[in-house]
């Protein structure tokens, strides 16, 4: 730990504001200044030195060169509504640009970036999630589909692809527990129980829009379910059946053929004393990762903050999140303060957390601390991959294939989080938050922000 915090320095609230002259000449010699976009009070700095406090009428040979680089002129942009944003110098720490940094605020799809470090940091990189089929030993004609959490297992047809590339497929277990069935002389399923009782709780957070649903950007997230709940698994906002678990079973009853066209289904837990009978294991939990960070995928953000939060002993529930993201991430010396995790999508308003957390755990990943080298390589590069390839062209072209950032967008929220390889070296990272009443062409008026940061890179002023 002592090697992190001399890593990752962070640079504490309480500093700011500090009476004393100490800290008046620290930050006189060092070339700060204070923020006066008005968007809140400006720290509380005292102007007048203390009697002890000396201050050097000229600038000597130790001092640190004021700051010349402005982007006052992109910052003051109308259509970036009330702008929180930070950047820092990602190797120091040092912040050389603060915009209400320290407050709190939704996030938008940003926190899948926080989803992602908290799965890495619980279940790992290799992790699989499972789809078990069970039999009752003493009548055979009852199986068991038991959820286990798998988002991507897919009803589509042998050779055929979903949203998620190489998912495993209900076919697979039919054709597994036709092959046991055919070894124990079971010629006919009665029933096959749904089980979808591994996550506590909701499948519905209470702060979504149904909305959402209906345009097919999430559904009700239950440990049984196939394709993300879609309708059409080729298409990533397709409608949603809005009863994942039936669903499922429907499907795995057709794949089954004509042994199991009678068959009942019941949503249940599975009786103790089944058997396990057949199995499938989805892609490695680093595919899931590139996939929600390249796409924005909603519904599977959501089923890995379960996954982490079952991996740590909590229930799975949506209200086991905020504690079960800052025990997994309680290692990597980020300051929770004010942070509060409803989701894990972004999608929810009631999401808090600030643009100077998000930046900082930028930083751990450009250092790619821990397995956190997976979220960098995952991130969309401006103008060139992912939701950010159609971004940042014209006269911001110059961005190009420098930033590495998320992107998020919910009604009154837009935001991009992320990595810059400025134009004179030095690697920043950096969050903008444009909120409430923002322009049309918001989405350009931060990517012509973000470009601006590149541009200036350590010479960034914070006038």
Avoid at 211 to 227: F, M, N, P, R
Avoid at 397 to 407: H, L, M, W
Wanted: charged fraction near 20%; aromatic fraction near 6%.
């Amino acid at each position: 730990m002592a090697k992190l915090a001399d890593k990752f320095p962070y640079l504490r609230e309480v500093l700011i504001g500090s009476g004393s002259g100490l800290v008046v000449l620290t930050l006189i010699i060092g070339g700060f200044a204070v923020s006066s976009e008005g968007q809140s009070a400006a720290p509380e700095i005292s102007e007048t030195p203390t009697e002890t406090a000396t201050v050097s009428p000229t600038p000597t040979a130790s001092q640190t060169p004021i700051k010349t680089c402005s982007v006052a002129e992109e910052a003051s942009n109308p259509s970036l509504g009330t702008l929180q944003a930070v950047v820092l110098n990602a190797e120091t720490g040092e912040v050389l640009y603060d915009r209400d940094a320290n407050k709190p605020a939704a996030t938008a799809s940003v926190m899948k970036t926080l989803t992602a470090a908290a799965a890495l940091m619980t279940v790992g990189p290799n992790f699989r999630a499972t789809t078990k089929v069970f039999s009752d030993p003493n009548s055979k004609s009852v199986i068991s589909l038991v959820g286990g959490g798998d988002v991507t297992l897919s009803k589509t047809p042998v050779g055929a692809q979903s949203v998620y590339r190489d998912a495993p497929k209900l076919s697979t277990l039919a054709t597994q527990v036709r092959v046991w069935a055919e070894r124990n002389n079971v010629t006919q399923i009665d029933e096959i129980i749904l089980d979808s009782t591994m996550f506590g709780g909701s499948a519905w957070e209470s702060s979504w829009l149904r909305k959402d649903q209906k345009d097919g950007w999430i559904s009700e997230v239950t440990a049984l379910i196939t394709d993300g709940d879609r309708v059409k698994p080729q298409a990533f906002t397709s409608p949603k059946t809005g009863r994942p678990v039936l669903s499922a079973g429907e499907a795995f009853k057709k794949e089954l053929g004509d042994f199991a066209q009678t068959a009942l289904l019941v949503e249940s837990p599975t009786p103790t004393g089944f058997v396990e009978i057949a199995s499938v294991q989805s892609q490695p939990m680093s595919r899931w990762i590139t996939h929600i960070l390249q796409t924005s995928e909603n519904i599977e953000s959501e089923m890995i903050a379960k996954l982490v939060s079952k991996d740590l002993g909590f229930d799975g529930s949506f209200e086991s999140f905020d504690g079960a993201f800052k025990r997994a991430l309680g290692t990597t010396g980020l300051d929770f303060t004010g942070v509060k995790v409803r989701d894990a999508s972004g999608l929810s308003q009631l999401n808090m957390v600030s643009p100077k957390f998000m930046a900082e755990l930028m930083r751990l990943v450009n250092a790619e601390f821990a397995d956190f080298g997976q979220i960098k390589r995952s991130l969309p590069i401006a103008g060139e991959s992912g939701t950010l390839g159609g971004r940042f062209k014209g006269d911001i072209v110059d961005a190009t294939g420098k930033i590495f950032a998320k992107n998020g967008y919910i009604i009154g929220v837009h935001t991009l989080n992320g990595i810059i390889n400025a134009k004179d070296g030095t690697t920043l990272t950096f969050t903008i938050y444009a909120l409430g009443d923002v322009g049309s062409d918001v989405r350009t008026a931060i990517d012509t922000l973000a470009t601006a940061f590149y541009r200036c890179g350590n010479e960034l002023s914070n006038e």
